[in-house]
């Protein structure tokens, strides 16, 4: 994977001030996406480091975008840039 | 501009040259009169050059955060800049202090950046302890006049950058979710710059002074002076102003602290690491506390004695730092108490062995997954105290402890 084509995948990124466990986003997105020891996804990608912005890869695009729109919270949105404040 | 000029401070002792409780008088007498306002990218430039990183913890270059509220000043509205003096770590005396003895040049800094912005909102959020001395220091000051003092709550998120922009504009001092950073939309979505009020006091000298003079003390890495608060080993917690780059040693003896009988020392506070005596000729600057997974954070030093038990220590600290959680983020709200909880029952020696592989995953699990910092660094604390007191804890697993007191209890049994 080039550097370019990754720097331009979006990022799904989780607000963890709203995200309640509902688990509808570990349902669509398997690949990506586990449920904590209380329910809380998990991106199983990145180990360390800011786990609240997780990179999409093309073949995952579409579950990201419904997992976006099928939240309950409102707890997730995709960005399409780096975003690390 | 005023006539009255004054040689920089030639010794360490840089930011409370002025005396104890120094009035205006005072202050100018010892610092010269500030400066005329300059342009942002003059002070950038400045800033750049003297190596003047954060004193509020995350230890961010100055210049950066300056350059990053500079560059989108001319937006509507107008750009924002607060002094941050909320000092939430319980052991963190520094802030306080410098506000109660030197509060003009937290001033003079202060001003220098907002009118280095143009920023159309100022303000000035410290802790109650603090009012009354603000109060009375602005009041001899017309230029303050625009600037907002608001009260940070005792609580340890406080001071927190996303938590003081929250408690301006909503009076609520928890952190918020973030996509784009303070500087690009913070306080009702201007730029905003959030300066701890020791980097200000820091920036004053710089801008009176210049760069090459805040760079004779310290290093080339760790450039100036740093303010630590000490405290443990039965010190009410002191406050010391100490070259950049001092060892930990020189740092706890200059404090009183009899190095000889310690046996670690907390660096960074409740969200810092532990380094073990062996290694008190470290130098506390964050190049060379990065191999301990430490950062001089906030400047706090606290001693753990031996014949102490750490773990009894760190448990206590763990358990604060759970309470402590704005409880918004669930990995949070329920990954910080179950580690402190696994960290207490080592304390008080349940043998089992699975207790630190448990600490270990839990700290993963919950790192790296809030709106804020608190989940990560108290991670960092709870993983450095297991492995700085990796001894202590074979010992809990097979029922003892190092601890005199904890003996004792024993034989009571």
């Known amino acids: ?85 | 501009m005023s006539a009255v000029t004054s040689s920089p401070p030639a010794t360490a002792a840089r930011l409370f040259v002025a005396g104890p409780h120094a009035e205006l008088a005072a202050h100018i007498a010892a610092y010269g009169a500030a400066p005329p306002p300059e342009s942002g990218s003059s002070l950038v430039g400045k800033l750049e050059e003297s190596g003047l990183i954060g004193r509020g913890g995350a230890g961010f270059p100055a210049w950066r955060k300056l350059a990053a509220t500079n560059d989108l000043r001319r937006r509507p509205g107008g750009a924002v800049v607060i002094a941050n003096g909320a000092e939430g770590e319980p052991l963190s005396r520094k802030d306080a202090t410098l506000l109660q003895h030197s509060p003009h040049l937290v001033f003079d800094g202060l001003l220098a950046v907002a009118g280095a912005v143009g920023a159309s909102e100022v303000f000035l959020y410290a802790t109650e302890v603090s009012m009354k001395r603000i109060n009375a220091a602005i009041r001899d000051r017309p230029d303050m006049d625009r600037v907002k003092v608001v009260v940070a709550p005792h609580t340890f998120i406080s001071g927190e950058a996303s938590a003081v922009v929250n408690a301006i504009e909503n009076n609520l001092a928890i952190p918020t979710d973030r996509t784009r950073r303070l500087s690009d939309h913070g306080l009702r979505g201007k730029p905003t710059l959030v300066f701890n009020v020791e980097t200000l006091a820091h920036l004053a000298l710089v801008d009176r002074y210049g760069p090459n003079w805040f760079r004779t003390v310290g290093t080339n890495s760790d450039a100036g002076t740093r303010l630590v608060t000490v405290s443990g080993s039965g010190l009410q917690p002191v406050v010391l102003e100490v070259p950049g780059a001092i060892s930990l040693r020189s740092a706890l003896s200059s404090a009183g602290v009899n190095v000889g009988t310690i046996q670690a020392v907390l660096v960074g506070g409740y969200h810092g690491a532990w380094v073990a005596s062996e290694h008190l000729d470290t130098p506390l600057s964050p190049a060379d506390l990065l191999p301990f997974g430490g950062h001089p954070g906030a400047g706090i030093l606290a001693v753990l004695d031996n014949g102490q038990c750490g773990l009894v220590f760190a448990a206590e600290i763990a358990t604060y730092l759970g309470a402590q959680s704005a409880k918004q983020c669930g990995p949070c709200t329920f990954g910080l108490p179950a580690m402190a909880s696994i960290l207490s029952r080592l304390a008080r020696r349940e043998r089992d062995p699975a207790l630190v592989t448990e600490l270990g995953r839990l700290g993963r699990l919950t790192s790296g997954r809030g709106s804020c910092h608190h989940p990560d660094g108290t991670t960092r604390f709870v993983l450095s105290t297991i492995s700085v007191f990796a001894d202590e804890v074979q010992l809990h697993l097979g029922g003892r402890c190092s601890a005199p007191d904890h003996r004792i209890s024993e034989a009571r049994q």
Do not use: K
Request: charged fraction near 20%; proline fraction near 9%; include cysteine.
């Open chain 1, 1 to 85: 994977m080039s550097t370019d084509s990754a720097r331009s995948r979006p990022i799904l990124h989780i607000d963890w001030t709203r995200c309640d466990g509902r688990g509808v986003c570990v349902e669509l997105l398997p690949e990506l996406l586990n449920r904590d020891d209380w329910g809380y996804p998990v991106a199983t990608i990145l180990p360390t480091g800011n786990r609240s912005n997780v990179p999409i890869s093309p073949a995952l695009e579409d579950a990201a975008v419904e997992a976006v729109a099928l939240c309950p919270r409102l707890a997730l949105s995709l960005l399409n840039r780096e975003a690390s404040p």
